[in-house]
C-alpha cells in the first residue's frame, strides 16, 4: 500500500475537524514536514486564523517519530488535547494504518498529591503532620475548596488541576499538592502506585505525542536530569512567549518570608546549634532587606554580601544535618523532612547563586506595598536574580539532537525573523557556523484580508507622552473614539496604573459605555462580559494585550495609550539593553524596541479574528509616525490600512459601528 500524500492527510484532518483548508496552512504543513525530514529548525510565522496546530501536527503525525508540543497558555493545551488531537488522530487512522497515542505532561504541583490529601500537609509551627480538612472551618472559602478537593479527588482520572471546574484558590491547592523538591518519591510514598503525577508520566512515555507547556520545557532544558521523554521533534507553538517564560523558570528570588518559613520548618529537625546559626543568619538578611532600596546591585554592597554568604553557609550546615539526624518522634517524619530540605535548598541555591557573581546574572531588589495584615509585613521585600540573556542556554539546550519547529502569528519583526531568532540563539537566518544551528523562517502569511478589514490610525496631533505624565489630550483622543466605535473597545496599556487612570475619567465622561477594568474579576468573566454586550469596553494591561480573542462586533476599536517600551528602571531590560550596547550594539533596537514590537503586534492582532471582522487599531502615541523607529515597528504589525487622519478614522468607526448594528 503506497504511503498517503501530505495533502490527502491534511484534508482528511481539516475534514475532521470541520474546518477549511487555507493555502498558508498547507504551505505551513509542506515547511514542518520538510524540515522534520531533514532534522532541520523552522520558525513559522502563521497569521491568526491558518490553522495552525493542523499545520504541524498532521506531518509530525504523518513521519512517525515521539513529538513533543510545547505552548504557552492552557487554552491552545486544552484545544490540542480535546479537541484537534482526538479528531486528527481518527481522520489520519485509516490512512495511515496506525492510532497515535498522544498525552498531557505538567509539571508535579499541577497534579493532586495523594499522600498530602490523605496524611496531611507538614506545618511550620508544631511537629509532625495536620488535617487541613479538620483545621478548616467547612464555611470558610478555604474549607470549601478543600471539601470540594476531598470530593474530586474520589472522581478524577488525571488529578489535573486544570481538569477541576470551577477552579479553587492558589493557597487551597497547595494543601494538595507538592513541588517535585518536596515529593518523596513513587517507591518511598505509600501512594506510589496511585500517584497522579507518576500515571501522567507513564502515559508520556508511551504517547507518540506529548503536549505541555514552556515552563516544563524550560525545566528539561535547564535542569541536570531530563523531564520529558526522550523524542526526535520539538514544536513550539506561541513561541514568542517562549524566551519570557524560560527567563522566569531560570529566575531566583529570596524574600525574608521564604527565608523564615525555611528556619521554622528546619528547626525541630537539626541540632539545636545549626538551627541557631540559620535563624541568627535569617535575622541578619531581614533586618538588610528593610533597608534596601529597590533597584538593580551591580555590584552586591558588602553587608548584604556578609548576609548572604552566612545564609548560604547555614543552609549547608543545615542540609547536612536534616541528611544524618532521625527522630521517629515527628508524624510522618519523612514527608516534613523533605519540606523542610525542599525549603532550605531553595534558599541556598539562590544565595549561592548570588554570592557567585556570575557576570552572566543580574540581580536587583523589589519592593512592592505590602498587602495588608502583619502576617504580610514582607510579602514586598525580595531579592532576585536573573540571567543577563537565555539566548546561549537556548542554543545549547533547545537545538541538539533533535528538529525544532517554533511557530506563532508573530515572530517576524520588524520585517524579518533575525530578531526572534537572536533571541533564541540563532545567528542570522542562513548562516552556518560550528555553535550556530542552521534555520530557515517561512511567513505563510494570513487567510485575513489586512488592508481591507483593518486601519491602523496613529494619533500624530497627540503630544509626546511623558512619564506617568497627566495625557488629558489622549484621554479626550479616546473618549471621542469610544463615542465614535459605539462602545466596542480593547483599551490596552502600558501599565496598571494608566488602566486604572483611564477606567476613572471615562467613566464619569462616557457613563452610557460601560468600562471593564482588568483586575475587578477574573479575567475569563471579564472577557465573557465583554464579548456579550458590544457596548462594552475592556481595559487593562499586559494580558490582554496577548489574552483576547473576541471576533465579531464586540470588540472593533483596539486602542493603544502608547508604544510599550519597557520601564526605563526595568532593572532586567536595562542590564540587557546595556550589555549589547558594550558589545557595540544598538541596545535600544535590540531589547526596548524589540520588546515593543512584539507587544504590538500581539495587541493589533487583537482585532481581526475572523474574516468578517472589520475595525481600527488606533495607536495614542504620536512616536510611532515620527520616531525614526517607528517604520520598525509599523513593519511588525499586520498589514492593516494607515492614516493620521483623524476625521477620517472618526467616520470609519461610525460607519463600521452602523454595520455592526445591522446585526447585533
Known amino acids: ?102 498525552a498531557m505532561l505538567k509539571g508535579r504541583s499541577n497534579y493532586l498529591c495523594l499522600h498530602r490529601l490523605h496524611e496531611g500537609v507538614p506545618q511550620d509551627e508544631e511537629e509532625g503532620l495536620f488535617d487541613q480538612f479538620e483545621a478548616a472551618a467547612p464555611t470558610s472559602k478555604l474549607g470549601q475548596d478543600l471539601l470540594r478537593l476531598r470530593d474530586w479527588s474520589d472522581e478524577t482520572e488525571t488529578g489535573d488541576r486544570d481538569d477541576l471546574t ?65 523524542h526526535e521533534v520539538l514544536i513550539v507553538d506561541e513561541a514568542h512567549e517562549l524566551v519570557s517564560r524560560v527567563t522566569g523558570v531560570a529566575t531566583g528570588e529570596l524574600t525574608p518570608g521564604q527565608v523564615n518559613r525555611a528556619v521554622r520548618r528546619a528547626a525541630k529537625l537539626v541540632n539545636e546549634k545549626a538551627a541557631d546559626q540559620l535563624q541568627t543568619a535569617a535575622e541578619g538578611f531581614e533586618r538588610l532587606m528593610e533597608l534596601a532600596l529597590p533597584g538593580r546591585l551591580e555590584e552586591i554592597p558588602e553587608d548584604l554580601g556578609y548576609a548572604l554568604t552566612a545564609l548560604r553557609d547555614a543552609c549547608r550546615t543545615v542540609i547536612s544535618a536534616i541528611g544524618s539526624t532521625r527522630d521517629k518522634s515527628v508524624q510522618d517524619e519523612d514527608a516534613v523532612r523533605k519540606q ?22 543580574v540581580v536587583w531588589y523589589e519592593r512592592h506595598e505590602p498587602r495588608g495584615g502583619a502576617a504580610y509585613r514582607h510579602s514586598g521585600a525580595s531579592l ?61 502569511g494570513s487567510p485575513f484580508d489586512y488592508p481591507r478589514q483593518g486601519i491602523l490610525y496613529v494619533a500624530k496631533h497627540l503630544a509626546r507622552p511623558a512619564r506617568d505624565g497627566d495625557r488629558k489630550d489622549m484621554l479626550d483622543e479616546l473618549t471621542e473614539l469610544i463615542q465614535a466605535a459605539g462602545g466596542r473597545t480593547l483599551g490596552l496599556f502600558s501599565s496598571m496604573r494608566g488602566a486604572q487612570l483611564a477606567t476613572e475619567e ?41 489574552g483576547v480573542d473576541v471576533p465579531g462586533p464586540s470588540c472593533q476599536l483596539v486602542v493603544m495609550d502608547k508604544i510599550p517600551f519597557p520601564r526605563p528602571d526595568d532593572p532586567l531590560m536595562s542590564a540587557r539593553q546595556k550589555a549589547v550596547e558594550e558589545a557595540g550594539g544598538n541596545g535600544f533596537m535590540a531589547v526596548a524596541a524589540t520588546h515593543a514590537a512584539l507587544l504590538m503586534a500581539q495587541g493589533a492582532g487583537r482585532l481581526v479574528r ?46 463600521i459601528d452602523a454595520a455592526a448594528k445591522q446585526t447585533d
Open 384 to 444: 532576585r536574580v536573573a540571567p543577563m540573556s537565555v539566548s546561549g542556554l537556548l542554543r545549547e539546550k533547545l537545538f541538539t539532537d533533535r528538529s525544532v519547529v517554533l511557530t506563532s502569528a508573530t515572530l517576524k519583526l520588524g520585517g524579518d525573523f533575525n530578531g526572534v531568532g537572536a533571541s533564541l540563539g540563532l545567528g542570522p537566518e542562513g548562516a552556518e557556523g560550528d555553535d550556530l544551528p542552521l534555520w530557515k523562517g517561512v511567513d505563510v
Open 166 to 230: 470551577p477552579g479553587v484558590s492558589d493557597r487551597a491547592w497547595s494543601q494538595v499538592s507538592v513541588s517535585s523538591r518536596e515529593c518523596l518519591g513513587a517507591t518511598k510514598c505509600a501512594y506510589g502506585a496511585e500517584c497522579f503525577a507518576e500515571a501522567a508520566r507513564e502515559r508520556a512515555k508511551l504517547a507518540e505525542v506529548i503536549v505541555t507547556n514552556h515552563a516544563l520545557l524550560a525545566i528539561d532544558a535547564i535542569e541536570g536530569a531530563p523531564v520529558l521523554p526522550q
Open 340 to 361: 523542610a530540605l525542599a525549603s532550605v535548598e531553595s534558599v541556598h541555591d539562590v544565595a549561592e547563586r548570588i554570592t557567585h557573581g556570575s557576570e552572566w546574572d
Open 506 to 546: 471615562l467613566r464619569s465622561r462616557i457613563p452610557e459605555y460601560p468600562i471593564l477594568l482588568q483586575g475587578e474579576e477574573t479575567l475569563g468573566e471579564l472577557i465573557k462580559n465583554f464579548a456579550a454586550d458590544p457596548r462594552t469596553c475592556l481595559f487593562g494591561t499586559l494580558s490582554l494585550w496577548q
Open 1 to 102: 500500500m503506497t504511503q498517503p500524500s501530505l495533502p490527502e492527510l491534511l484534508h482528511a484532518a481539516v475534514t475532521a475537524v470541520g474546518g477549511t483548508e487555507r493555502p498558508g496552512q498547507v504551505t505551513m504543513a509542506e515547511a514542518v514536514a520538510e524540515a522534520i525530514d531533514d532534522g532541520a529548525h523552522l520558525l513559522v510565522q502563521a497569521g491568526t486564523g491558518t490553522g495552525k496546530s493542523l499545520g504541524y501536527l498532521v506531518p509530525a503525525l504523518a513521519h512517525g517519530e515521539r513529538v513533543v508540543v510545547a505552548t504557552a497558555t492552557l487554552a491552545l493545551q486544552r484545544q490540542l488535547v480535546e479537541r484537534d488531537l482526538p479528531r486528527t488522530v481518527e481522520a489520519l487512522h485509516p490512512l495511515l494504518r496506525r492510532r497515535p497515542e498522544f
Open 610 to 655: 475572523a474574516s468578517g471582522d472589520r475595525g481600527v487599531v488606533a495607536v495614542l502615541d504620536p512616536r510611532l509616525a515620527t520616531a525614526r523607529y517607528g517604520s520598525y515597528l509599523k513593519a511588525s504589525m499586520p498589514d492593516f490600512w494607515y492614516t493620521t487622519d483623524r476625521n477620517q478614522v472618526r467616520k470609519s468607526l461610525a460607519a
